[in-house]
C-alpha cells in the first residue's frame, strides 16, 4: 500500500494541482446533508494515534467551499458547512503521502452523508460543475476502507459478503461499471462493514461522461481490512 501510494504521488505531482478535494469516512456526518470544513487552516491530527511528533498542515480555501454550497443549492442537494481545526485520518494519511512534493497546495476536505446512494453521484455531479466552473487544477481523492470483515482477526466479525464486497467493486471499477457499483446489494455492502464505498460514488459522481481507465496499483488485506489504491487515469 505504501509503495501504491509513492506511485500515486508521483502521477499527482506531475498532475500540478492548485487544489485537492478529499473525501473522507471520517469527517462530520450528517443525516441529510453533505459536510464540507471550510477551515483556512488544515492541521493534521496524528496525536490521537500517540504521534506526537510528525506534524503536518495544509491551507484550506473557504471560497472553494462557499462555491460548492452555493451549486448544491441550487439543485437542492444538502450540504453542511462546518469548521474544524483539524482534519481527521481519514484525510491526513492519504494527504501526508500524497502531498510532499506540493508545498502551495490547497486542500478542501469534504464528508458523505447517510442520504441514498443516488444522492452521493449526484453530489458528485455538483461538484464537478464546481469544478469545471475554476480556473485552477483540481484533483479528487475518494478516501476510505474497503471490507473491515474479512479475516476473524478483522475489526468486525469476519463476514463471506466482505471478500465478495471488495472483489465486485475493483471489478466494476476497472470497466467503468458505475451502475453496477451503484446497484450492489445493500445486505452485502452493510455486511462488508466498509466505510469507503460512498467516498467513491461521489467520485464516479464527478467522473460522469468523462473517458477515464481505472488502474489498480495495490490491494491487500494485512489487517483484515481491504486497502486498494488506484488511479483515476484520463
Known sequence: TKEALLKLEEDLYLAR??????????????????????????????????????????????????????????????????????????????????????PEVKVLPLGYSDLPKEAHLQYGEVLKEVIMKDDRRVAVIASGDLSHALTVESPEDYHEDGSRFDKELIQMLEVRNTAGILGMEPTMVANAHECGYRSLLILLGILTNINYTFRTYSYEAPFGVGYLVGNFVF
Do not use: C, R
Open 17 to 102: 494541482p492548485q487544489l485537492i478535494l478529499i473525501i473522507s469516512p471520517h469527517m462530520s456526518l450528517f443525516e441529510h446533508a453533505f459536510s464540507i470544513n471550510a477551515q483556512a487552516k488544515l492541521p493534521s491530527l496524528f496525536d490521537h494515534f500517540g504521534d506526537l511528533t510528525t506534524k503536518k498542515e495544509w491551507a484550506g480555501t473557504p471560497e472553494f467551499a462557499t462555491k460548492i454550497s452555493n451549486e448544491a443549492k441550487q439543485k437542492n442537494i444538502p450540504v453542511q458547512l462546518v469548521s474544524q481545526t483539524g482534519i481527521d485520518h481519514g484525510a491526513t494519511v492519504p494527504l501526508y503521502y500524497l502531498t510532499n512534493h506540493l
